[in-house]
């Protein structure tokens, strides 16, 4: 079952803070974060595989609370280059291997 | 160190046709997972390839089929083509570690059904 993504959209400008959510029903193994730039393939930023734990990647960080199914990426102190769509990508313990992905949130950050 | 290679880049095809899209991994990575992402949409897991056997398949009619070879590359097949099947085809390869993975995608083929 597809991870709900939110917001699904969000405008920053140079400097500022944003939260993007990912939501899933099923018990999950592990969350991917991906960036993806118009016209160009997904680029892999960061997996949280136990609950609780941060990875950071640049300024970009991410949180799994595994009880409650649900991950955050964190964009502080937002930079141009992090505009783009970031996608959430969820393995579940029972189809490991078998990756879902959100809807995904669209991310502009303005000088 | 080269990534994921796609072929071919963009490729027309007509409704009912068969088509074959193929994958080089990055080296190093035994795994190789295919999705299709349609315009404005997430990528959609078709199927994943790990020492030549379909390990895991997502919500995709036997018209998606795959094939992995001893080196690890992949190639997807689609039979009797619907124009629905327009999309970007991406394939991504997959490192694991003993506590880490990560998952790379290629550049994708860009699949136009008329």
């Known amino acids: 079952q597809q991870p709900v993504q939110s917001p699904q959209a969000v405008i920053l400008r140079e400097g500022e803070d944003a939260v993007i959510n990912c939501s899933s029903s099923?018990?999950?193994?592990?969350v991917h974060w991906y960036r993806q730039k118009h016209g160009e393939a997904p680029v892999f930023l960061m997996i949280?595989?136990?609950?609780?734990e941060q990875k950071g990647h640049d300024k970009i960080s991410a949180s799994f609370n595994e009880k409650k199914q649900q991950s955050s990426l964190y964009l502080t102190a937002s930079q141009l280059s992090y505009s783009g769509t970031y996608f959430c990508?969820?393995?579940?313990?029972?189809?490991?291997?078998?990756?879902?992905f959100g809807a995904g949130t669209q991310v502009v950050v303005t000088p | 160190d080269a990534g994921v290679t796609q072929s071919p880049t963009h490729l027309i095809k007509t409704r009912g046709q068969q088509v074959t899209l193929r994958c080089s991994p990055k080296?190093?990575?035994?795994?190789v997972s295919w999705y299709q992402q349609a315009l404005g949409q997430g990528p959609q897991f078709i199927f994943q390839?790990?020492?030549?056997?379909?390990?895991q398949r997502g919500n995709f009619p036997d018209r998606f089929s795959g094939h992995q070879f001893p080196n690890y590359s992949s190639e997807l097949n689609v039979n009797a083509l619907l124009l629905g099947d327009s999309a970007l085809y991406l394939c991504?390869?997959?490192?694991?570690?003993?506590?880490?993975?990560?998952?790379?995608f290629g550049p994708g083929t860009r699949l136009t059904v008329t």
């Open positions: 991504a390869s997959t490192w694991r570690g003993l506590a880490y993975y990560e998952q790379y």
């Open positions: 949280l595989l136990k609950g609780g």
């Open positions: 099923k018990a999950l193994y592990s």
């Open positions: 390839y790990y020492e030549e056997e379909e390990r």
């Open positions: 990508g969820t393995e579940s313990r029972d189809s490991w291997g078998k990756f879902q």
């Open positions: 080296s190093g990575h035994d795994t």
